[in-house]
């Protein structure tokens, strides 16, 4: 069989055909991460925008396997270390009337996602990628859902497509519900599970909580983690649905991966994910550590977000139409309106 054209001649050979696509998207990321420290603003939407003004390399024959590396393979990494932040006793703090409500909230996102996509003509693949990145962590999640449904040529143009919606919203988001929280005089309790349960982003939830002081923002920080916690559930979930449509679109489409016909029903990100809440939550992970491996999940989002910007350009993302953009839309609105009629109920 030719399935192996992206593997020609061993480990080294691939590794030195990643180097130049892989620095480049490093050194994307890095553009990012500085003008986000310098002016403000979303990093991981700089990122994409910076890569998506070097799309003409994704199509050059040295930098397109780093290019490829990153976008997946980094992208994987990422969303597995994701799981250092967390820990069982954050989850257990909540209490049950807290976790309940937010999980009633990201299921019923979920559903909403999937009913409405199919009203608006979309698949149900990208109805359940929408719903996943508004209910559960932004851009993390869109990420994570799209490793383990099926690929086709439009599919990372919709993936970027969310990850760009989600953002933007997320960031209207981060200054527009501390207003509402404000306004309607809500406890740094109530006010934290209203920002930790609704924005998409957790540096955007981070941003909101602390807006409202040290005690809004930290609980606001506990109930998103605990959002972030059920991606794995979600992951496994969509995963399992789609493992039938997936494995002869892999098989077929995706060169090196061609080679690779059976996908395991829970992906090696989220084992990652999984062993390092365990260990993270039984003290056996020293904060430096957890904050380092944080830092380095959050550093390989950013390079996989360069790396998935170089692989699209505007005019595709212009042809997704605007019925994605209404769906993330009334899922954020969905959601938000769901939490805040529990905490009103609730006080």
């Not at 989850?91 to 608006?120: E, H």
């Not at 869109?142 to 383990?148: E, G, R, T, W, Y």
């Not at 599970?193 to 005690?215: K, P, R």
Request: glycine content about 10%; proline content about 4%.
């Amino acid at each position: 069989m030719s399935a192996d054209p992206a593997q020609p001649e061993g480990a080294l050979q691939r590794l030195l055909q990643c180097l130049p696509g892989t620095a480049l998207s490093a050194v994307i990321a890095m553009a990012a991460t500085l003008v986000s420290h310098l002016h403000g603003g979303p990093q991981l939407l700089y990122a994409l925008f910076f890569g998506v003004a070097f799309h003409y390399l994704s199509a050059d024959a040295k930098t397109r396997p780093g290019i490829e590396f990153c976008a997946r393979t980094v992208l994987r990494l990422g969303v597995g270390l994701l799981g250092a932040r967390i820990t069982a006793s954050q989850i257990v703090g909540l209490g049950w009337s807290t976790a309940a409500i937010v999980i009633v909230a990201v299921v019923s996102t979920l559903l909403c996602g999937v009913f409405l996509g199919r009203r608006l003509g979309l698949n149900r693949a990208q109805s359940v990628l929408s719903g996943g990145a508004v209910a559960i962590c932004g851009a993390s999640a869109a990420l994570a859902i799209s490793a383990v449904l099926p690929r086709n040529k439009d599919s990372e143009r919709f993936t970027l497509m969310v990850v760009v919606t989600v953002t933007v919203l997320s960031t209207v988001a981060m200054v527009v519900y501390p207003l509402i929280a404000r306004l309607l005089q809500l406890p740094p309790e109530l006010a934290g599970l209203f920002l930790g349960g609704t924005i998409h982003d957790v540096a955007q939830v981070v941003g909101a909580g602390f807006m409202l002081g040290q005690e809004t923002g930290d609980y606001a920080t506990i109930v998103k983690l605990f959002r972030v916690s059920m991606l794995a559930v979600v992951v496994v979930v969509v995963a399992s649905l789609f493992k039938r449509q997936r494995a002869p679109e892999g098989a077929a489409g995706e060169g090196a991966a061609g080679a690779q016909p059976r996908q395991a029903l829970v992906p090696w990100f989220l084992w990652v994910f999984v062993v390092l809440v365990i260990v993270n939550s039984v003290g056996a992970v020293p904060v430096e550590i957890q904050a380092g491996l944080s830092d380095v999940s959050r550093g390989c989002l950013v390079v996989a977000i360069a790396a998935l910007g170089m692989k699209t350009s505007f005019k595709q993302l212009a042809r997704a139409g605007w019925r994605p953009f209404a769906l993330l839309l009334v899922e954020t609105l969905w959601m938000a309106g769901f939490v805040l009629a529990a905490i009103l109920l609730r006080g």
